[in-house]
């Protein structure tokens, strides 16, 4: 009789484990695998991963590898060069530009300095040399004058003489002309050229130096290299990444809320976090982020039951001075059920 209560309990003990595999498998398949909700006491607790975000460094320009100065898993600081490009053909650009910007400068500044003194006086100088020779003319044309109206002259004579001395007066004129631009100085259209061609020159430098500084690839942020397959003398496109660094001072947790618990937390909640590393060091957090869109729900929920699977994905920061923290370990947030 006894040997038949025993096997009964066998029975019943193998029946009870089945079913609770049975309830674990569901609890998987629902997604209460690495991201789980329990409550604890007083506490919602949310179980997920710690994660850093992924940061992808490139050149605007591209071009070929000169030196690969980081490798996979090692930690940068913010502005560590990790990757050196060729830069030989934009030096030669910079220092022919160079070369232009000058003599642009050179150009413009002779111009606002005005025309130089010996210019002036040689202008000066055929300006009255034009005035003497136009004063003959015209004495002469005048003599020429009074010797037709005594008709001891043909009228030939003193059409000649008449166009010697209109064509001496317009030279004078044009001496005069010279001179007093050249006295007052360049005009304003010539300086405002000449400013635009600087201008232009200078644009030109700055975009080549610009250029030059994209040959060296830094580090934007303090970070770990998570990816960096490069070789000296291979090409990089220009705006791709050639670097993928994990920013691993602005570490969070991802984690899952149910739907029923979303009344509990929302941005800027002040949290408590434990990681299985150190399960005893709590570490201070604050909610980041949680989803306006539902996760885990392949159609439309049309049961009750079915709406107890949908999850908001929850982003929480966690605050790690320390740096003891890494990518990848699994954490557990906990909520305060009074925190709504």
């Known amino acids: 009789m006894g040997r038949g209560v025993s096997g009964a309990t066998v029975v019943m003990s193998r029946n009870k484990f089945i079913i609770y595999i049975g309830i674990l498998g569901l609890l998987i398949a629902a997604g209460y695998g690495v991201w789980s909700t329990l409550e604890v006491g007083g506490e919602l607790v949310l179980s997920g991963v710690v994660e850093a975000d992924d940061i992808h460094v490139g050149s605007k320009i591209g071009g070929r590898v000169l030196k690969v100065a980081a490798k996979e898993g090692q930690g940068v600081k913010a502005g560590d060069i990790l990757v050196l490009l060729e830069p030989y053909e934009l030096n030669a650009s910079l220092a022919e530009s160079r070369a232009s910007l000058k003599q642009a400068e050179a150009k413009l500044a002779e111009l606002v300095a005005g025309y130089r003194k010996e210019e002036i ?199 790690d001075p320390d740096r003891l923290l890494r990518p990848g370990m699994n954490a557990d947030v906990f909520i305060p059920k009074t925190s709504s």
Do not use: C
């Open 121 to 319: 006086d040689q202008a000066k100088a055929d300006w009255l040399a034009g005035k003497v020779q136009h004063e003959n003319a015209e004495r002469f044309r005048r003599r020429m004058g009074d010797l037709i109206e005594r008709e001891l002259i043909s009228h030939q004579d003193y059409d000649d003489a008449k166009a010697k001395a209109e064509e001496a007066e317009q030279r004078m004129k044009s001496a005069k002309e010279r001179h007093d631009l050249l006295l007052a100085g360049t005009r304003h259209e010539e300086v405002s050229q000449a400013r635009a061609s600087v201008e232009m020159a200078r644009a030109r430098v700055e975009i080549l130096k610009t250029q030059l500084d994209e040959t060296v690839i830094r580090a934007p942020v303090d970070a770990v290299v998570e990816v960096l397959d490069l070789e000296p003398g291979d090409l990089v496109g220009a705006g791709k990444p050639v670097a993928t660094l994990l920013r691993t001072n602005d570490l969070w947790v991802r984690a899952y809320l149910p739907e029923k618990r979303l009344g509990y937390v929302q941005p800027g909640l002040k949290v408590k976090i434990r990681v299985d590393s150190f399960p005893q060091k709590n570490f201070s957090g604050t909610v980041r982020r949680v989803n306006r869109q539902a996760e885990f729900t392949p159609r439309n929920v049309q049961t009750t039951e079915e709406r107890v699977l949908q999850v908001f994905q929850t982003e929480v920061v966690i605050e």
